[in-house]
């Protein structure tokens, strides 16, 4: 695993990530965030490695100057698709104007696919410096992350430095939760939160999470046209749609482990076109999921989310 040009600071971050291959050996990650590309410099990158026998699973490239690859740190399974996902840290990436804020990139182990971006938000602050996998630190469900910003002033105090316990999933600003999920089993009910950042137009990581469903079940999100707080009663649960479609098609299947109360958790990208006539617009949604523990037998619905682009 040496690195292949001179000043890419191959192995600036390590980290193990667990088995991203699912050939049973544990995989490992590592960072260059000298890395040079063509007419840029320092984009930066980071690479898995199959433990098992040293073949490249996975590259992420950096962007201009972003050094892609100061750190990087397993992440838990982020997604809850079961197999674990990365941690990537860019600290001189630049964030809305804002030159080297700093960015930590969340991808998928088992894709590569980015399900998520932590910025930092003030100049220089270098977010990203360092990165480690926190576990679920907020009992949500979904495993967080502890990112550090030592070039941070908080405080007023000139390069004091910061450092964040981050949940990947909330509610974002211009979102509103209602309505009541019901408990299925281990008297858990279904919460319903989003992920990927705040819901602009063009945002194409923006989806929606469930968690704490039951563990291993398939799970369904559901659109409607207009909010319905007062609930359809469904024998025990309440559908808080009006007018409600299924928002994708194939249901999604929960982390496991199979069967085990509240263990269960997905997460569904839905990307959000970048059309200005999107902007100010409202979309409802909930999810279900299976369960024979809840009180109508078959399954156990979430609180709902409205969500407005903007
Ligand atoms: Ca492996
Ligand atoms: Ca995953
Ligand atoms: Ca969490």
Redesign the pocket.
């Known amino acids: 695993m040496d690195g292949i040009g001179a000043n890419q600071a191959w192995g600036a971050s390590v980290s193990g990530t667990g088995d991203v291959n699912g050939d049973g050996a544990p995989d490992v990650l590592v960072g260059a965030p000298g890395a040079y590309g063509f007419w840029v410099t320092q984009p930066g990158r980071a690479r898995i490695f199959s433990g098992a026998d040293g073949t490249v699973l996975r590259t992420f490239l950096g962007t201009n100057g972003d050094q892609l690859g100061k750190s990087v740190s397993r992440a838990g ?5 079961g ?3 990365v941690a990537i840290g860019a600290p001189t990436a630049d964030v809305g104007g804002e030159t080297d804020a700093g960015v930590v990139r969340i991808h ?3 894709s590569g696919a980015l399900l998520s971006t932590l910025t930092g938000s003030l100049f220089s602050d270098l977010f990203g410096t360092s990165v480690a996998g926190a576990g679920d630190v907020n009992a949500d469900g979904i495993p967080d992350l502890v990112v550090a910003a030592p070039y941070a002033d908080p405080g007023g105090f000139d390069e004091a430095g910061q450092v964040k316990l981050l949940s990947v999933a909330g509610i974002p600003p211009g979102s509103t939760p209602f309505g009541t999920g019901c408990a299925g089993t281990g008297g858990i009910a279904p919460s319903i939160a989003a992920f990927g950042g705040p819901p602009g137009a063009g945002n194409p990581t923006f989806g929606l999470a469930v968690t704490r469903g039951l563990g291993g079940a398939p799970a369904l999100l559901f659109l409607g046209s207009l909010p319905y707080p007062a609930g359809l009663p469904l024998g025990g649960c309440s559908l808080h749609l009006d007018g409600a479609v299924l928002a994708v098609p194939p249901p999604a299947f929960l982390s496991g482990p199979f069967g085990s109360a509240g263990a269960g958790h997905r997460l569904q990208g839905l990307p959000i076109p970048g059309d200005p006539a999107l902007v100010g617009a409202s979309a409802h949604f909930q999810w279900a999921v299976l369960d024979l523990g809840s009180p109508n037998g078959l399954f156990t619905t979430s609180d709902a989310l409205s969500v407005t682009v903007f």
């Open positions: 399974d982020v997604d809850g698709d197999t674990p996902d998928s182990g088992a």
